[in-house]
Every structure is written in C-alpha cells, then in structure tokens.
C-alpha cells in the first residue's frame, strides 16, 4: 500500500482545527512515523514514510496532500445569475485539478451594467443564489471538498435589510465648522457638515457643539492647531439647528489675548456606504456596523432568516469550511462612528472624549485640527484602541462563536483599519492576508504571531491578485511571490481566483471578474479550463499541497518575539535590526501586541515563552515605530514582562528608556510607576538594554539566545520551523527553505545560493531527510555533520525554489538506516541507493569522501559519453482561438518542424498563438549511457516531459532539470516535452480593444535542451 495521507474527521464543531487530523498508510507498521496532534494543536501531518528504496525513501509512492492541504479558490459569481449544472460542473473543474476547494463570492467588477445581471431576480441572498449555493455544496460533499462563504457580497461586510439610515447600517460623525473672530458673535444655523451626505443618507443627528480658540503653535503641515485649555462645550446653547455665540476677546480659558476662534459641530449620520461594485441586490446592500452588537446582529439576522435554508445548513456541517470576510475597508470621507462609542470610550479610557473631538475628526480620512502634539498623539491613540476594542468584541468575536454554531471556521483578513490587527488575528479561527496588498513578509509575520498564541493552525492568504496580469500571469510568477510568504507563516493558498463561466455579455474567453478593469486589462486571473495552463494545474496544486502541510504539521517555532505598541498589519514596517539583518542569517520573528501577552499560551518554561506554541526564545521591544519611535508601553504590559522575565524569559530593548511613557493619555502618577517598573525589569539577569541596531545581536548572544537556523554569511535564504511529535513520542523537526522572495523585482536580483546551513534538532537521533515538493519524493541527505542538537549540510537552491528539510529517526526498515552517511566530500552529490551511499557525478574524476564512521575514502567515476543536445523537433500545438460562445474554446492543430528551438512570437505561424505545444524530439544512446538528465533550460510557463511514452514525476519550474535515467533505454528514445501558455498573445489579437497594448510574452520552449550523461559508484564503507 502507497504512503497516503487524507484528511478525516466528524461534522461536529468542538474545535474545527482539529478537523485537519490525518490518516496515513505506509508500507512499513512500527517504522512509520507518525505526527498526531499536539494537545490543543489544530493539525497533525505525516513525519516521514517508513520504508526506503534504491532512490527514495518511500518508494512506495510519493507524499500525497489530502484535499485539506490543497490551495483554493476565491470562486467569483456574478450574484445569483448562475445555473446549478454549471457550479456543479465547475466544482468538478476544481476537484479534477487537484485543488482542496473554493470560497464563493458574489464579484462582477468587470461589468458595467450591473443591470444585466437582474439584481431583483438573480442578487445575492436571493432564491437563485441560494441554488447555487445548494448545488455547490452538494457537489462539493460528492468530491471531497469544501466551500467557503464570504459573509455578504464583494466587501465590506453589508446586508439588503438594512438602510443607511438604520441603526445597525455603519455610521459616520461628520464635522461642521465656522471661523468667529475673538469678541465678535456668530448668531445662526449650526454649522452644516463639510462633506456631503452619501446617497440614500436622509437622516442626522447633532452630536455635540464645541468652539476651540485657534493656536497657530501647534498647527502642522497638513493640521490647523488648537488651544485645548479653550475648549467650550456650546450644546445646550443650540435652539432649533441654531446657535448664537460670542467668541471671547481674551482668548477664553488659558488663552492668549486675541485670535479666531473654530466654531464646530458634529453630525451622526449613515456612511451609506454600499459593497464594492454594486447592487448585487434590490434593494442594494449596506454596510453594517463593524463596532456594535447591532451591526453583526444585521448579518447573523439576515443569514438565518434568508441564506441558511435547511438544506444549506445540513450542508454546510457536512463539507464544512469557513465563513470569510474581506478586508476591512470601511472608507468614508469622514471618521468611522457607531453611537455607543462615547460612552465606550469613557468606559475602557477613564475620561471623555468630548473635549478630544476636534482632533480626532477627519475630512478624507484626514484628520483636520491638532492640540499640542503629545496630547494629540496619546488622545487618537486612546480613540483607536477603544475602536480595536469594540470591533474585535462585537464584531469578530460575534462572528467567530456565531460561526461555530454552524459547524464552521471563521476566516478572516482583519485589518484596514487602525486597530489591532495581531490580536483580530487571536480570534479568529484563520487569519488571512493577501499577496496583493501586503508589502513584505512582515506584514504576515504579524497575523501569524497572533495566530500562533492563540494556539491555532492556518494562515491563510489571498494570493496571486496583479494589478493588469489578467490572461499574462504565468504560475511561476505566482509561486515565486508566494515562496517567502511561507517562510513568513503562511500556510494556506487561497487563488485570486476562478471566475464563473459566463454572464451577459461577456467576450471570449468568458466572464472575469476583474477584466477589462475600466476598459483595459485587469487584476489577475481567471484560471480554470479556459488556460490552457490548466492541464498542468494538478502539479502545481500537489507542489502547495506539500508545502501547506509542511507548514501546518506540528506547531511553529520561531525565534524571536518582536513587541509592537500598535498591532496593524499591512504597513510593509519591520523591526530594528531583526528584519534586515538577522533575517539574511537565518533569524525567525514575529510580532506580538499587548493583548497576546494575556492569552493562557503566554507562560515561560525553559526560558520559552509559549512553549507549546512558537515557543520564542526572548521579546524584543523598541520603540513605537507607528509614533516616530517613541519609547512607551503600557504599565500593564510592564509588569507583565517583568512576570514573565522572572519566569526566565529574556528580553531586549532597544534605545533610551529612562524616559518612557504609557502610549495614552496617563492616569495621574501612571508614567512614574511605569518606569519604577521598568528600572526593575532591567535590573534583571534575563534583561539588556542597548543604544543601538548594532548591539541586538550582541544582546542575544550575551542571553543565550541564537537562531533555530544558521547560516555562515548574509543569504538571500528563508526559513521556517515546525516541530511534530510522533506516536512513538520522538519529535520531527520541519524545515521550509526558499531562496528569496518577489525574485522578478529584488534590486538586484535573487542568485542562487549554494553554501552550508545549521539546523536545530529537537531529537538528537534524528538525521535528515529531503522532501521534493515537487514530486513527494522523501529521501535521506547522505552529506552533513552532526554536533548534538545541531545539523549541517548544504542547500543549493535556484531563485524563488524551495526545497524541505525533515530531521526525524529513520524507520527501522530502510535499508539505509543505519548506514554511514558522508561529513564531507568533493563529489558533487552523494545519495543512497541500495541500502548505502553512493557518489553521483556528470565528469569523470577520482573523489574523496570522509564517512561519519572516521574513513575517508575514495571513488572513481569513469568517463562518460558527451552531453547530447537535440537539434531537431517536431512542435505539436492545441491553439487556443474564441468559439461559438464567450464560454467555447475552438482548438485549431499546427505542427511544425524546427531545426532549433525559439520563443512562438519568433515562429510566424505561432506569432499570435496561445496553447499548448507538444516538442517531439527522438535520440539515440548507447550502453555508455547508464545514467542522464534532462536539462530544459528556458520554459514557458509550465510543463511536463514523458520519455518512450511513460510520463515523468512534476518538473521543478525553478530548476527543469529531471533525471531520466529509469524511463531510458538502449537504442533510440522518444522525448517529449510538453509546455503550456498563457492566454495573452491570442487575447491581444481577438480582443484588442481591451488587450492590443499588452506585449507578447515569449513564449515556448527556448531551451538548451541537453541530455547530460552521469554515472553512479558506490562508496565503500568497509
């Protein structure tokens, strides 16, 4: 029986991480390894296979990624104009490529009239949509697979049933204002608010009146400054919508003689605010209030009257799967309000907002006035923090119980606003982040921290959304942005996107969400059996597939915790030192907020904070970098680091804080006992302070802290760690190494590595063994050195590859279990093969190995016959052309002789061709040839090579370079490489009103193409 792994378990919701539990069948009984869960952890996944062969350590087949592993789809539907035959149809699209599931969304930007799509008839949440929804599901439960639910069309979050009137609809506070100068009286209307209302906005409420002396001393470049001794509170002075005024002469309260005066009024009123690229309904949606208990109430009300029909609830516990919500982008053009939020803020900060309003209020999202810069600072700080604490309670909160009453996750990206992303992503059941808009790998080591405190599995991402990539996005592009996300704690690939077949319309090649995006090309991209790509999309779903449970098996490990006053996300902001210089030696980080310290996970044991989650081995703390690096903390957060460095946890700060502040507006006497706290904390052993990003490192090493992972000089190298405890109690340690990420745009670019890496080894009986994600081979490295907990060997890795380390125990029924392994050698590559070593060369030569049982011996590879280069190939090509609909394909045939290889824009007959091309090409070999690759050389995009007929393991798109030594054979060989395109080239000429200024891309098989002859000598170990 093969190695497997599938995923199983119940429909009832206790925890619905625990579904990811996994059951493998391997060759071998006691040799197997196997992962389950750690207590409280989501996920377990398989350590290694038991039983090794002449090339493998499981010959028996390779790892294959159950359905829960798989990538998915953000599965965009015009509303509900859809035919249950085709979503069912489309399901099975999914599933027969080899990808886990979809996330159903009602997404239609590319069509301007919104009309065709019938929002009466055919909206979302309607009878027709919640067909669709039936049969998807149905389907879905038929294949295996699950099925997402975004919690309202498109985004933000919003609901037919509400106006932007209505209590529960999200809310705004607009301002008005009027100049008086001092001593002159302003008798009149209150002033009327300077942003307009938003259509369908008919109702408002007066807030409050205030008048504010202006202060030119604390203007900024872009704020009017104020007094705030002056402030005035004129409420009670309003009569029927008016006011009258006088502005004092002598500057008011604390004020200097003279000066205007700002007269301002504050109006509560519906933002109005509509989903993106509406209606997707009649009446069309609202966005709901994102801060009360009214707001999720309007979406939990509207789903178990409307959307939760008896058929889809039954449904929904049997595939299971998550309700989703996009990120949060609530604009408005004036501040975010929800009604209760004075009170609240009172509450939560000990003082009133009132007198704070004028600095808090925006115009464009900007805001407009300023006190004196600390109390403007520390005041919207307080503002925002009661904000993040309303959303995260009544919101996220809500929403994540209410889901699990349904049997489902709750999957979110949770951030956009100014609020504690990193503790949003503690609540929720999968934090997500999205390729497009986070603009390092900093930004998901951020969700990740949160998600690793609370003790949870899966961040996930919305990847592969380019802005004008659509029908041009290549996979290798894709993977190569997402290969440093992995490394970062990403753990889940949901692609943007596979649209719905067609709408009214729509030009060839069917309906596309996001193109034409305003007449021209838009986001990326439609995948699906309208690529041709598509026939090649099963490697690419088993290539995440492996990598996704790598990263979800066992919990993390990281090393460092980097402390940060405010908890957003999607800011592209590192931290001193770590990101740009520890990272490049082998260093691991994330970002944790003041709520995470107060998780149940947040206890120290063997100087490990969380040590049955990312176990980190110190927090590193610095300055405010969202307030111009402003050393403050929280007294709270204070003394609970100095709790946990008395437990033996080290700590590290950096820069001057003999001065440091509370983050708000202090309670009397709160900054001195913050810094009485902090004068303790740092007189502890486990403490250091250091002036500068120079000092970091020193520190560590000073507190024993080093890194899981090293490496001997600055690499362009990423990691990750997990570690998985087996059923017989020994412990794996996973590693994910990629080299690089964005590898097209890095300045300069990412070259290849080639040098030594040390590993930490949690089982000091453990050796290593390398995981091919490409092809789910797992083979044990036959060149390292061990010392104890630590492992050396080399990793070579072209731009964007990975490749995945696992240190475990080798099962007692491989042959090579316990055979010696290299320390050192001049060969270029050393395998096991039969039970032993073996060298592997492309050159004849004489080489030197040292065994780890103290020989050094030497081996001879003889000569070897000359690499061969085809010269002559016949191209087979499936030409992609419009057909009868905009959802047909037409597939017109060419074949071609070619006496060299070149891109297809260089082959008249191909000039405008999009497809898949078939290059035949035959050679002759002798028995000299006992071993050879096949180097590709340049492909584009995808492939697949089949030699005398039998198709070969995926071809690693980084490195096309395959060994094809079993499929060979004496006398002449039959190669054929196939290779598949975009969709671009034909676009530009079929429909060049929307795709005629797009380049054609080169596509094709541009080689060299050689076959490079080695040969094979065991090393003897005796």
């Not at 006691?30 to 952890?41: F, H, I, N, R, T």
């Not at 209150?190 to 203007?219: C, K, M, Q, Y």
Request: glycine share 10%.
């Amino acid at each position: 029986m093969s190695a497997h792994i599938e995923a199983r378990g119940g429909t009832t919701l206790t925890d619905l991480s625990r579904r990811r539990v996994l059951q493998i069948g391997t060759a071998a009984g006691a040799g197997a390894l196997l992962a389950p869960a750690l207590p409280g952890q989501g996920l377990a996944a398989q350590a290694l296979p038991a039983q090794a062969g002449a090339r493998t350590f499981a010959p028996a087949g390779p790892i294959r990624p159950g359905a829960v592993f798989r990538p998915r789809f953000r599965w965009w539907w015009p509303d509900g104009l859809v035919d249950p035959r085709e979503i069912r149809r489309e399901i099975d699209q999914i599933a027969d490529a080899g990808f886990g599931g979809a996330e159903i969304v009602a997404v239609h930007h590319s069509i301007r009239d919104k009309s065709v799509l019938d929002p009466a008839g055919h909206g979302w949440g309607g009878s027709a949509w919640n067909a669709g929804v039936e049969a998807a599901l149905d389907q879905a439960k038929r294949r295996g697979i699950t099925v997402d639910l975004t919690i309202g069309p498109a985004w933000p979050a919003a609901v037919p049933t509400l106006t932007p009137d209505s209590p529960a609809a999200i809310h705004k506070l607009a301002y008005g204002t009027v100049t008086v100068t001092a001593g002159q009286t302003y008798n009149g209307p209150v002033p009327e608010p300077v942003s307009a209302p938003a259509a369908g906005v008919t109702a408002r409420r007066l807030e409050a009146v205030h008048a504010v002396r202006i202060d030119t001393a604390n203007s900024t470049r872009k704020e009017t400054g104020l007094s705030r001794t002056s402030w005035q509170d004129l409420t009670v002075q309003v009569r029927d919508g008016a006011i009258e005024w006088t502005a004092p002469g002598d500057g008011g309260s604390g004020g200097t003689p003279g000066g205007d005066w700002v007269l301002l009024s504050y109006w509560r009123r519906g933002s109005g605010q509509r989903p993106e690229s509406g209606p997707h309904s009649a009446p069309d949606c609202v966005v709901v209030d994102h801060f009360s208990a009214a707001g999720t109430k309007a979406v939990t009300d509207f789903w178990e009257s409307r959307l939760l029909t008896p058929k889809i609830r039954r449904l929904l516990r049997q595939v299971g799967g998550a309700l989703f919500e996009d990120s949060i982008e609530l604009e408005t053009k004036a501040l975010n309000w929800t009604p209760d939020l004075p009170a609240e803020f009172e509450k939560r900060r000990g003082y009133a907002l009132w007198p704070y309003l004028p600095v808090i209020v925006r115009k464009n999202e900007n805001a407009v006035h300023a006190y004196e810069a600390k109390i403007t600072a520390q005041v919207r700080h307080d503002f925002w923090l009661t904000v993040s604490d309303l959303f995260n309670e009544h919101h996220f909160r809500a929403l994540t119980k209410w889901a699990h009453s349904l049997g489902l996750e709750m999957r979110a990206q949770p951030y956009g606003l100014e609020t504690d992303a990193i503790e949003s992503a503690s609540i929720v059941d999968v934090p997500e982040g999205e390729s497009l808009g986070f603009r390092n790998l900093d930004d998901y080591r951020a969700l990740a921290g949160g998600r690793d405190m609370a003790g949870r599995t899966v961040l996930s991402c919305e990847a592969g959304a380019y802005q004008g990539g659509a029908y041009n996005t290549t996979w290798k592009k894709l993977l190569r942005t997402m290969g440093g996300a992995y490394a970062a704690g990403l753990n889940q690939t949901v692609l943007h996107g596979f649209s719905y077949a067609t709408a009214p319309g729509v030009a060839w090649p069917g309906f596309a969400a996001f193109t034409p995006y305003n007449g021209t090309v838009g986001y990326s991209e439609s995948w699906g059996p309208r690529q041709p790509t598509w026939r090649h999309a099963p490697d690419i779903a088993a290539y995440l597939g492996r990598v996704h449970q790598t990263m979800q098996a066992g919990r993390n490990r990281v090393d460092i915790a980097v402390f940060r006053q405010k908890g957003y996300t999607k800011t592209g902001i590192g931290a001193a030192w770590v990101t740009a210089a520890g990272v490049p030696l082998g260093w691991t980080h994330q970002f944790i907020s003041a709520p995470l310290l107060d998780l149940p996970s947040a206890t120290v044991s063997g100087g490990r904070l969380a040590p049955r989650g990312p176990a980190y081995k110190a927090i590193f703390i610095e300055g405010d970098r969202f307030t111009g690096m402003e050393r403050t903390l929280p007294l709270a957060t204070a003394r609970r680091l100095l709790q946990l460095t008395k437990a033996g946890l080290p700590l590290v700060f950096l820069g001057d804080w003999s001065g440091a502040t509370v983050p708000g507006v202090p309670a009397e006497g709160e900054n001195e006992r913050l810094r009485a706290v902090l004068a303790e904390l740092f007189a502890r052993p486990t403490v250091r302070q250091v002036a500068a990003e120079a000092d970091v490192p020193g520190a560590f090493a000073a507190l024993g802290v080093t890194p899981d992972v090293r490496y001997a000089a600055s690499s362009t190298l990423l990691n990750a760690h997990r570690v998985v405890r087996g059923a017989d109690h020994h412990y794996a340690d996973h590693y994910y190494l990629v080299n690089g990420k964005h590898a097209e745009t890095v300045k300069p670019p990412v070259a290849a590595v080639d040098h030594d890496v040390t590993l930490t080894r949690t089982d000091r009986r453990a050796v290593p063994h390398r995981l091919d994600p490409w092809t789910g081979e797992l083979e044990r490295v036959a060149v390292y050195r061990a010392d104890g907990d630590r492992v050396t060997l080399r990793v070579a890795l072209r731009p964007a590859e990975a490749t995945i380390i696992v240190l475990a125990r080798p099962g007692r029924a491989a042959p090579h279990a316990t055979a010696p392994h290299a320390t050192a050698t001049d060969a270029p590559e050393i395998r096991y093969a039969g039970g032993r070593p073996v060298v592997r060369s492309t050159a004849a030569g004489t080489f030197t190995t040292s065994l780890s049982t103290g020989r050094t011996v030497r081996t001879v590879i003889g000569p070897l016959p000359a690499p061969l280069a085809p010269a002559r190939w016949r191209l087979k090509v499936e030409d992609f052309r419009p057909g009868a609909t905009a959802a047909e394909t037409e597939i017109v045939h060419h074949e071609l002789a070619l006496d060299g290889l070149k891109a297809w824009p260089d082959i008249p007959e191909l000039a405008d061709v999009s497809g898949i091309g078939r290059y035949i090409t035959t050679v002759d070999l002798d028995a000299s040839w006992s071993g050879a690759y096949l180097e590709l050389g340049e492909v584009f995009d995808t492939c697949r090579v089949t030699v005398n007929g039998r198709r070969l393991p995926p071809v690693n798109l980084f490195a096309p370079v395959v060994d094809i030594s079993p499929y060979l054979r004496r006398g002449t060989n039959t190669i054929e490489i196939e290779v598949a395109t975009t969709l671009n080239n034909r676009l530009r000429v079929s429909d060049p009103g929307v795709y005629g200024r797009a380049a054609r891309q080169p596509y094709g098989l541009t080689g060299p193409v050689r076959l490079v002859p080695y040969g094979e000598r065991a090393i003897s170990i005796r």
